[in-house]
């Protein structure tokens, strides 16, 4: 039985070792031509357009950067108000907006700037108590020493009007 087993495995097809052998001792048909030189130029190509996308990137990703840097510099240095101007200005504006003393032995008040403008509109837009006539009104002398001294048009200056 062992006898069997050992010849019931395949043998090797000689006709296809035959064949086998045959092709790879075949010469290289004109439609197998293998070409085992370095194209240059595309791998040129490759490279260079390799580097241009690697520098766009390298750009953009600076750009971005800036940008956040901004950001944060606006939002950490510049939108923040220093203390002593926050203070400041709230004081000012208590004193637009509120009625007070400002001396108090002088009789001298200060009023919103809202109800001062409307003041000073509403006395700017009335009637002039006296009305100015017109005939009172003279006009100025504006004659100077230079004019009432001056000669008439061709006599010579240096000649003292003799």
């Given at each position: 039985?062992a006898?069997?087993?050992q010849?019931?495995?395949?043998e090797?097809?000689?006709?296809?070792?035959?064949?086998?052998k045959?092709?790879?001792?075949?010469?290289?048909?004109s439609?197998?031509?293998?070409?085992?030189?370095l194209?240059?130029?595309?791998?040129?190509?490759?490279?260079?357009?390799?580097?241009?996308?690697?520098?766009?990137?390298?750009?953009?990703?600076?750009?971005?950067?800036?940008?956040?840097?901004?950001?944060?510099?606006?939002?950490?240095?510049?939108?923040?108000?220093p203390q002593?101007?926050?203070?400041?200005?709230?004081?000012?504006?208590?004193q637009?907006?509120?009625?007070?003393?400002?001396?108090?032995?002088?009789?001298?008040?200060?009023?919103p700037?809202?109800?001062?403008m409307?003041?000073?509109?509403?006395?700017?837009?009335?009637?002039?108590?006296?009305?100015?006539?017109?005939?009172?009104?003279?006009?100025p002398?504006?004659?100077?020493?230079?004019?009432t001294?001056?000669?008439p048009?061709?006599?010579?200056?240096?000649?003292?009007g003799?």
């Amino acid at each position: 039985m062992a006898s069997e087993n050992q010849s019931s495995a395949p043998e090797p097809d000689n006709k296809a070792m035959a064949e086998l052998k045959s092709v790879e001792n075949a010469p290289a048909s004109s439609d197998a031509v293998v070409d085992n030189e370095l194209n240059a130029p595309l791998i040129f190509m490759i490279g260079a357009i390799a580097s241009l996308i690697i520098a766009i990137v390298i750009v953009l990703l600076y750009a971005l950067y800036q940008r956040e840097l901004d950001r944060e510099l606006e939002r950490k240095v510049v939108a923040q108000q220093p203390q002593a101007l926050t203070s400041v200005q709230a004081a000012q504006e208590v004193q637009l907006y509120t009625y007070g003393w400002l001396d108090r032995e002088a009789g001298i008040v200060s009023i919103p700037i809202d109800r001062a403008m409307a003041l000073t509109i509403k006395e700017l837009n009335r009637e002039p108590e006296t009305p100015i006539e017109l005939d009172t009104i003279t006009e100025p002398d504006i004659t100077t020493e230079s004019e009432t001294t001056a000669k008439p048009v061709g006599e010579d200056p240096g000649d003292g009007g003799s």
